[in-house]
Structure formats: C-alpha cells, structure tokens
C-alpha cells in the first residue's frame, strides 16, 4: 500500500508539470472572473473562475496555492483595473492591480491547507473566499470592496440571493458553485476510474445553486415617484485637465434643468425630484464670498422645475479646512434645506495615504486633496410639491460598494436609494457600467429603487428587481425621465448579512481545527498507515494530485 501512495506523494522530476498546471489553472481562473464583469457579462465565467482556483489548491503545499491565487488575482484585477491608470499612470494600475492580487494569493494558500488531502472541499473553501473578500473590503485604509464575486450576478439567476443572503452571501454561493463543479471534473478524472455518478451529483449540485434563486420573489409594487437624472458630461477640454473655469459646469447641469423646465412647460411629465450628480456644482454653496453666485444660479434651476433638487458638490461649509464631498437639498421657495457629508471616502481618490512615497509613483498624487469626512448615514426626508415627504437613502459614488454604508440608509427607512457619482476620472473604460451593476445588485439586495446618476455616465433609474428602466449613453448629455416605486418593506438581507462572514470564518476555523487533528493523527499513526489512509480517502486528477 505504501508503494501505491508514492504517485500521489509528487516526486522532485513532476513538480514543474504539476506546479505549470497549478499556474495554468490560476491564471486561466483570474480570465474567467474578469470576464464574468460588466464590460464582458458573461457571469457564469466566475463560477468557472472559482472552480479553477479549487482544483489548482487542491492537495498543493501553500506555497504552490499561494502561487496559483496570486496569478489568478493578477490575471483578473489587472485587465479589470485598467481605468485606474487613466489619469494617474501605469504605476498607479500596476500598484492597485498587484496590491489587490495579494488577496486571492492568501486565499489559494488558505485553500491549499484546507484541501491538503487533495480533495475539494466547495463548503469550506466558499466560505474562505467570503473571508478573502471581506478583507479585501476592510483593508488597507479601509479597504476597497470593488469586483467581488456578487457584483458579477446582476444578470445571472443567482440574482435573487442576494435579497436573502446579501453581497457576501451571494458569494458565497458563486464560490460554492465553483467548488461543486471542482468536484465533479476531480470525479471524472479519478485515478482510479471515472466516478460518473458522483460527477452528476456535484453538478446537479451547482446547477441547484445557480438557477434556483431566480424562484426567489422581487417585488417592486409601491407608490411611485417620477424621477429626473440629469447627466451634464464634460465641458470641451476637461478630459484633458479635469479642469474648468469656476462655474462652468454649474452651468451645464443649470442650463440642462431649465431645458427640462421648458418640456415641463410645453406639455412634458413634471418631475416629483431631480437628481444631479457628484461634482454637478463646481462652486460652493456654502462659500462665504462665492456661495450666493452658485445658490442663485441652483434656486433658478429649482424654481423654473418646481420640484425639490439634489446635487453634489465640494464644500469646506464656510470654513478654510479641509473640503467636504457633499450633497446639498433645495426646495422650490424655500432654498437650501439639508445637506448629507460623504462617510466612507475612498483610499487613494479622496484621501492618500502614503503620499511622500507614492510621489514617486505618479505625479497625480497631488492632484488628491485630502477631504474631510461625515460623521452620518445619508438620511435625507424631502418633502414632495405633491405634500408627500420621501425618505432618500444617498450613496455617494463608492459608497453604494460599501456595505454597511447601503445597509445603514435601508435599516433608517430610506424609501429610495439615490447614488449620484462622477466617473469622470476613469475615461471611456468599463468602470462605469461596473458601478451601475453595482446599484442593480444592491436594488435587488434591499428591494429598494434607485437613482444612479453620473456626469459622463453611464447613469440608469433602476426598480427593486434590478432592471434599468432608463439608461444614459457614456459621455453624452441627457436628462433621465421614469416612475421609481418607493418600498419600506425590508429584505430578509437586512438580518441575514451581518452573519455571513462570521458564519464563514467559523466554518473555516472549524476547517482548520479538523486540518491540525488529522495531522497529529497521521503523526501519531506512523509514516506508513498514514499513507495508506490518505490514498483511501483520495480521489485527486493527475494535475492536482501533487503536493
């Protein structure tokens, strides 16, 4: 028995053959989930992508699974983050890409421990890709919870999920799936036979997990508002600079608001809200000096529209500190009513850290101006010309990625979620359509409308099941125009997905736990029996048997 355990035990002469196809699994794995993106959609691919990682991990030392992820997160974040070096430069991409592929690394050398004995383990190892993305989501510098494994799904079946299990849940049952088909294709090519019956068992598994949540209900009944997003595009010359004259496109989203008015006026649908995007002011309202120039240029834009309006805009809120990424709230007669101050600024875009090393990387560092942050929830009651008052829920660009930032508006009341964003910096890339699947997956999670409008695009009015029922063209100028039902009802997400990363660092803790035991077990049985308990309990392909 001891000699039928040596071809599993790798010998020193196949341990570049196995180690090249652990490498080839993991890159082909990071392909797979870049594609599964917005820009691409094909979102079955992340499944895909999540079984190649497993069979590349199993029965690897952690360093080959560490080797295998890295590559993995190398061939999917570097293709995907493109757009972070539109203005700040390859350095900035490569350094993002390579920072971001660290995390899948520490995931494949989890996931080779967990799977030592060769086997795929698809509950574990999903709930270690949860882990994986959490803190992705928590860390450095509070993180950058972008391209997780949910925000791929919003036109996938497994859509439906995330109302009970939230983003990290929906994850998990991508990465489940992945290791389900693992399973299979590790069945079919068992050493010792094919094992067909058991192969179908694991895909029927997976197809369970893929195609049963689109049973999962999405209602959208609710009283409806109309809403107007209007997106103002680039002054000429801007994209060059990221520059304008002061005022400059105050006046376009003003002069966009009043074409607007005058459809109203000619027989047009009368907007209960209008929404501008971030950035829309390039004055600030609360400016001592400067202030009352932009808050008459914004109240005729309110008045010729007779509805409330939101836009954003930087403001110090008449001090000379650091500068607020805000949201300003008028009422027709009334003027100025509430404000709401960005919470979780983005590393890197609103704050630097590390800036006298990352001088040297691009000279764009500059560029970011420290801001100051919020210190509450975007809660915003606006009162309708209708009498009726609506509960908005605002995400300010990146926060619509942020979790708890998206679960604190729905567990406040938000009625209507409204995610107003500048992709101003990231050019004609696929970062755009990416946030907008972003809001689509949060509409679904919270049953919740929302109002995603950019000033290049791409803007859209989504209903709680996650369909864009108004969509804007990248770059163009164009005012949105559609029916958004308001919900107060709450998903059972809400509950639930505060619990799916403890649940899952539990289950990879128990994992652990079971890995150890069974070493001192083999330790305490000898050399000899040891092996010949793991080749009965194997059944590894040739490519992932070798350690």
């Not at 006298?356 to 560092?365: C, E, N, T």
């Not at 300010?396 to 567990?411: G, H, N, P, S, W």
């Not at 990363?501 to 539990?506: E, F, H, L, R």
Request: hydrophobic share 50%; with cysteine; glycine share 12%.
């Amino acid at each position: 028995m001891h000699r039928l355990a040596r071809p599993v035990r790798t010998g020193l002469r196949t341990v570049p053959r196995v180690l090249g196809a652990r490498q080839l699994l993991g890159l082909l794995g990071g392909v797979c989930l870049w594609l599964a993106f917005p820009g691409h959609d094909v979102w079955w691919l992340a499944v895909v992508g999540c079984a190649a990682l497993a069979l590349a991990t199993a029965g690897a030392t952690w360093w080959a699974g560490a080797l295998s992820g890295v590559l993995l997160g190398l061939a999917w974040f570097t293709p995907m983050f493109t757009w972070a070096g539109t203005y700040a430069g390859i350095p900035a991409w490569l350094g993002m890409s390579v920072a971001s592929a660290l995390y899948p690394a520490a995931l494949g050398a989890v996931l080779a421990l967990l799977q030592r004995g060769g086997r795929v383990r698809p509950v574990i190892g999903a709930a270690a890709w949860v882990l994986m993305e959490w803190a992705r989501s928590v860390t450095p510098f509070g993180g950058f919870p972008w391209a997780r494994l949910g925000f791929s799904q919003a036109d996938s079946p497994m859509l439906g999920a995330v109302s009970l299990l939230a983003v990290p849940g929906l994850g998990f049952l991508v990465a489940l799936a992945g290791g389900l088909l693992a399973v299979a294709v590790q069945r079919l090519m068992a050493p010792g036979g094919a094992q067909p019956r058991r192969a179908a068992v694991a895909l029927a598994g997976a197809a369970v997990l893929v195609a049963g949540p689109v049973l999962v209900p999405r209602p959208t009944a609710g009283e409806a508002v109309t809403v107007a997003a209007v997106q103002g595009d680039l002054p000429d010359g801007f994209s060059r600079t990221l520059t304008a004259e002061p005022g400059v496109m105050l006046d376009r989203y003003a002069d966009a608001t009043h074409a607007l008015a005058d459809e109203v006026a000619a027989g047009g649908t009368p907007p209960d809200l209008v929404v501008w995007p971030e950035g829309a002011t390039d004055l600030d309202p609360l400016d001592p000096r400067a202030g009352q120039a932009a808050t008459d240029r914004i109240m005729g834009a309110v008045e010729a529209v007779g509805a409330p309006m939101l836009l954003g805009g930087l403001s110090r809120q008449g001090g000379a500190g650091p500068a607020f990424n805000m949201v300003f709230s008028y009422l027709p007669g009334h003027g100025l009513d509430q404000t709401y101050s960005k919470v979780y600024l983005a590393p890197f875009g609103e704050v630097m850290p590390l800036r006298p090393l990352l001088r040297y990387l691009s000279p764009w560092v500059d560029r970011i101006v420290d801001l100051n942050a919020g210190d509450r929830p975007g809660l915003m009651p606006v009162p309708l010309a209708t009498g009726r008052t609506v509960n908005l829920g605002l995400a300010i660009c990146f926060e619509v990625v942020v979790d708890r930032a998206v679960r604190d508006l729905v567990t406040g009341g938000a009625q209507l979620l409204v995610v107003p964003t500048s992709n101003a910096w990231f050019g004609e890339s696929d970062q755009s359509v990416q946030h907008l699947a972003v809001s689509r997956v949060r509409a679904v999670e919270y049953g919740r409308s929302v109002a995603h409008v950019s000033n290049v695009g791409v803007s859209g009015l989504i209903t709680p099941d996650g369909v864009v029922h108004a969509r804007s063209d990248p770059y163009t100028q164009a005012t949105l125009l559609g029916q958004l039902p308001l919900r107060t009802e709450q998903t059972l997400a809400v509950r639930t997905g505060p619990w799916v990363v403890p649940a899952a660092a539990g289950v990879v803790v128990l994992g652990m736990v079971r890995m150890a035991v069974r070493r001192r077990r083999d330790r305490v049985a000898g050399p000899s029996e040891a092996a010949e308990m793991r080749v009965v309990e194997r059944s590894v392909p040739p490519t992932a048997g070798g350690r």
